[in-house]
């Protein structure tokens, strides 16, 4: 694959997991894994979703958002603002904005190669199994994740260790101003997963904990029902 003619990149910082028992779903996936946004602001719910669970971290490297130009121009690029509601400080996150997928798959594997990035995430629709082989790798070498944000979820098949389907759920209500948004919440459904059983959960953003509440544990991992915090990877 060709390197690109320019990669413009925009330097704009992720939270904790259990390293064993049922939570562990939540922890660092060295490797890949795909988030698929679904229903109304899908890739926002997906993109919301994998910040949250990478948000803080002791010696954090930087987040990487590799997403070619018409994505961004459809879809809009992460502010620093929403980066910073998840404790993410301007100028670890690098965004990286390639012409095609082609050069936006070559930049991913690049940016997991050089070891800078703690999360690398390619909003990539169209990568072959050959080519998400190459980025589970390179992620694994690096002790990095490498996430796949996609809208059509298992198309094409990919060797991500585990894929996600996310969609947005209404916010928590506010406990000041009932006509202002609360805590953000999704619907994170693990679909396939090679370390353990799949599995379906509505989470909420805490601020002042910086990690996700588990407000509901569905069937998958045996997670119980009732309000519960799970740190992010």
């Known amino acids: 694959m060709s390197k690109p003619d320019l990669i413009s990149a925009t330097a704009l910082s992720p939270a904790k997991t259990p390293e064993n028992g049922a939570e562990a779903v939540f922890s660092a996936c060295l490797g890949l894994e795909e988030a698929a946004g679904s229903g109304p602001g899908g890739a926002a719910a997906g993109m919301g979703f994998l910040l949250a669970r990478a948000a803080r971290r002791e010696h954090p490297r930087l987040i990487a958002l590799v997403a070619p130009v018409n994505w961004l121009a459809e879809r809009g690029r992460l502010m620093a603002r929403g980066a910073l509601r998840f404790g993410i400080e301007p100028g670890r ?20 190669r050089s070891g800078a990035a703690d999360l690398a995430i390619g909003a990539v629709e169209g990568a072959s199994l050959t080519q998400t082989r190459r ?53 994170a459904e693990l679909v396939r997963r090679r370390d353990g059983a799949p599995g379906c959960w509505d989470l909420e953003w805490n601020d002042e904990t910086g990690r996700l509440d588990l407000v509901a544990g569905l069937a998958g991992d045996g997670l119980g029902q009732g309000s519960r915090t799970v740190a992010a990877a």
């Not at 996150?93 to 997991?112: D, G, Q, S």
């Not at 000041?176 to 948004?181: I, L, Q, T």
């Open 135 to 187: 980025l589970d790798m390179a992620a694994r070498e690096a002790g990095a994740t490498a996430a796949l944000l996609r809208l059509k979820p298992g198309e094409p098949l990919s060797a991500a260790r585990r894929r996600w389907r996310v969609s947005a759920l209404p916010s928590a209500p506010d406990p000041w101003d009932e006509r202002a948004p609360g805590r953000p919440r999704w619907r």
């Open 93 to 112: 996150l690098l965004i990286v904005r390639p012409r095609t997928e082609a050069e936006a798959l070559w930049a991913l594997e690049e940016v997991l």
